[in-house]
């Protein structure tokens, strides 16, 4: 039953949490199933039988319990876990070499809370500082190698038409480097972009900041943009949720990012989305218009594909 219900190919996969935990959400992004419409839905025999195997009386069925109750029909929660990346991929890409890795190897926020968001993000930190996020790079355009640049002309031609406004907040998740806000300053004419990182050598252009609770108000920016961040999310929902929190109505979110881990999750890519209609899937409610939707193959080794993403957010 919990086969049918859950294809993997339509799943975000989690290191920070396995798909049983996640069924609540899984339900409601892949098949619409809800409290208000659960019991008159084409999935309800099967959740019926899932909940009373459980020993739990089908009157009382609630989406959010479905975990704790699946558990309780002894089912092997092993085979509803994302694949994870082999110790020998961990020690490929240094993983083990960063200075808090004893705190944080087999941390999952799911599982541990307390302090384990402090202590993954400052494994990324650290991570980063280790790969030379510490040192400025030459930034030149958003373009990659298998997809090119789609969103100068985008960006340029949004903010030409209207949609979005040249002095207002934008921006970038992760930037990692200063050049990337320079960029949405100087060539797309966006020059209110600031930055949001875990650590930064520029107070005034990068705040620091966790993406799943962004130090910003309401309604800030008209633009987000986002590149191989939130494949390292230990929340993926709750930084979307975030996204959407902190941007305008009618305002834009781009994501472009690393698709699909060959390897499976891990304690660094912690995230691995699959295909662009995930993402809307999980913000449905907020999508306005969709901008740009492309997924592109790749020939590196570690990743099946690459997901562009840009929606115009609608908000009550």
């Known amino acids: 039953m919990l086969e049918g219900l859950l294809d993997p190919e339509e799943i975000i996969d989690r290191f920070d949490a396995s798909y049983i935990d996640d069924l609540p959400d899984l339900l409601r992004e892949i098949h619409g199933v809800t409290d208000a ?52 991929t961990r020690k490929k890409y240094r993983h083990t070499e960063v200075p808090i890795w004893r705190r944080a190897a087999g941390r999952r926020l799911a599982r541990d809370g307390g302090d384990a968001a402090d202590v993954i993000n400052e494994l990324h930190k650290e991570y980063s500082v280790q790969s030379g996020g510490d040192h400025e790079q030459d930034f030149t355009d958003l373009g990659r190698e298998e997809t090119g640049d789609p969103w100068t002309p985008l960006i340029i031609e949004l903010r030409e038409t209207g949609v979005l406004d040249a002095g207002e907040p934008a921006l970038t998740i992760g930037p990692r ?8 300053r100087e060539r797309l004419g966006l020059t209110g972009t600031i930055g949001l990182d875990l650590f930064t050598h520029d107070e005034d252009l990068v705040k620091v900041g966790d993406m799943h609770s962004m130090p910003f108000e309401d309604d800030t920016f008209g633009l987000i943009y986002q590149r191989n961040t939130f494949d390292k999310s230990y929340d993926i929902r709750a930084a979307l949720r975030e996204c959407v929190r902190v941007l305008r109505d009618g305002g834009v979110l781009i994501s472009d990012d690393c698709y699909a881990y060959t390897d499976g999750v891990s304690e660094l890519s912690r995230t691995s989305i699959k295909h662009n209609r995930q993402l809307l899937r999980v913000i449905r409610d907020n999508v306005g218009e969709v901008l740009y939707d492309a997924e592109a193959p790749t020939d590196v080794t570690w990743i099946e594909r690459v997901g562009q993403l840009a929606v115009r957010i609608k908000k009550p």
């Open 177 to 184: 480097w200063v050049g990337e806000i320079h960029y949405f």
């Open 37 to 88: 419409n659960v019991r008159s839905h084409a999935r309800w025999p099967d959740l019926e039988r899932l909940w009373t195997l459980g020993g739990e009386p089908a009157s009382e069925f609630t989406v959010e319990r479905l975990p704790e109750v699946v558990r309780a029909a002894a089912v092997d929660e092993g085979r509803f876990t994302p694949r994870e990346a082999s110790q020998r």
